[in-house]
């Protein structure tokens, strides 16, 4: 969202040939909602709204993201990185597009890495 990042160009070009379906976790619409300007986070809004964008509910995921949170402590593993690893688990999708390297050490309850795109 933001031109001027580094890594904006790398996802832009990555998006450009995305054939899947974008899935993201409320907890991480929140953070990135909080670091964008409002007419950044209504453009993302829209892409939910327009079903660019699912969002999955946690629904009742508070033990394992508590688990998650309690065992990556150390790095320190936010709500919204474990919200990304339950909905890993929960969808099967092992894929992450993100700049954050601690999910280079996060396991899945398989004991899979998540493939850190782009």
Known sequence: MNRRDRHH?????YLKFFQGQLVTTWPVLTEVTHHVPVDKAVEIMALVRDGALQVIDLGNAGARVH???KKYADRPMDLADASLVWAAEHTGVEQVMTIDSDFAVFRLANGHRLQVLP
């Open 67 to 69: 688990d998650l949170m």
């Open 9 to 13: 160009q790398r996802f832009v070009e």
